[in-house]
């Protein structure tokens, strides 16, 4: 069985409360094809937004978001959306909200048995891959750092020989930023940058910049038809992941041919897949090759213990997309 | 699970002694754990108190009555004759690993030995305790050696008294063996 993710954007607390206990309800039914859990607005399936609101505004019309992933407004009698999506009749009831997740099932089969969608490589000009390259490249001189200012309201101090960064506000601010908006890198020498405060190992912040740069494409030195395996798992106990995370690099533990192998052995869309396979690779966690021995994207097959993991994963309390 | 009646489920956590297989699992488990503790009558391998001489048990109520059981095994050689015998029927083996030790990767080789038929099938993952003090081997350096094994299973730096360290932990043990299964399927 396929999963496929519900988020939420700009949604009162109450709707959201909601709106969880009627997926509880829904995802205990046998009504749908897929099984739906509750993920992050970036890389979801489905996003229920409220109908205003600058931040929805901007999200509904961010180019870097999927071309595949469904909006829904929830509307009351008297709102109008300025904006093109799905509606969802406020409040939200069980019936008309399994009517909208079958309807995107719908539409996502359609998109699976057309034509193959394009992996979009990220812009090279960009100035979030650009902030890539630079954590990638560790010959970028001896006594180098850089102040990265635009990445949160404090300066980020980057010292890529080091293997190094320094970062004030919280990481997880950083998850947040508009991979379109100007970032400024600005070199500094060596002693400015142990003058700035607490130094914490690179690959948290390669790490979250590689998923943030999943928004706008695979980072461009990787290719899409590459075979990759993880040379390690990600450093999970160090870095902010969902269980998504945890899933795709399961499906990594074998070697993939190409980016559509990647998405079918893990069963997870591919905004997530790119931005797992961006992060991974700027830590050095993934090996990519052009050509290789590599497990045949196949169509994914439920084993028989599935239904088993998932009860375990509820009585543990393991949440479908945790931190 | 079938709709026969209740079924039990078996998850192991190995080790060598003082690894943490005790903590793990109480961190995790939803009953009083049950130990089989007695005197530490070798404090030259590790000092502590007492040791787990039995098993130590732990489980987790699932719906419809069925248990999750965890099983840790007791972490002196000289009991390995029971390793087998608790593996028996278990869905996958967390090992645990002390950086502390002599020869920590060592230690990982004698398990993977004893537990082979779940290293093959992707039904092992490594957790490897203490790194924060012992920094060496680090986890790349186990890395070559389960390469050198060919073998590619998840090695995590984790702290067993955190319960949401277990807890990926065990979610990745439960990947790992959904993509066993549905590439076998």
Known sequence: MRELYISHLGLPAADVKRLKAVMVAIVSGNDLQARWCMGDAATADLVLVSPDGELVRQFVADPARGPNQVIAALVGESDSVSFESEKIAWPIRLGGLLELLQRVELRIRKVGTGSTPE????????????????????????NLAWRVSGLSDRPVYVAPHQQTFICEDSLLSLLQFD???????????????RAQGQRKPIRMLQWLIGLRSGRVGLLPWIKADSTFRLRQFPEFPLLHHTSEHRRIAAALSRPRSGIRAIVAASERNSSAV??????ASLCGYLKITD????????TPSAGPRRALFQVFRRALGIASNDA | MTPEGPQEHKILFTGTMGAGKTTAIAAVSGIKMVKTEAANTDRGAFNKAT?????????????????????????????????????????????????SRPDPVADLGLYLDNFKKFAEIGGVVIAVGRTESHPKPSIEDYYQFLAGRDLMLPVFAVDVRKSENVLMVLDV??????ISDAESA
């Not at chain 1, 992996?119 to 001896?142: M, S, T, Y």
């Not at chain 2, 965890?70 to 090992?95: H, M």
């Not at chain 2, 043990?173 to 959904?178: K, S």
């Open chain 1, 179 to 193: 991979p379109h908006a100007a970032i400024e890198l600005v070199p500094i020498t060596d002693a400015q940058f």
């Open chain 2, 173 to 178: 043990l439960f990947n790992m063996l959904e």
């Open chain 1, 119 to 142: 992996i979009p490589p990220a812009p090279a000009d960009n100035k979030l891959v650009q902030l890539a390259k630079l954590l990638r490249d560790e010959d970028c001189g001896d």
């Open chain 1, 291 to 298: 050509a290789g021995a590599a497990v045949a994207a196949k």
């Open chain 2, 51 to 99: 040791t787990t001489v039995g098993f130590d048990y732990g489980e987790v109520g699932l719906a419809g009555g069925h248990v999750l059981r965890l099983y840790g095994t007791p972490g002196q050689e000289r009991f390995s004759f029971l390793w087998k015998i608790v593996a028996r029927g278990a869905i996958g083996v967390i090992i645990l690993v002390d950086n």
């Open chain 1, 274 to 279: 790119i931005a797992f396979v961006n992060a």
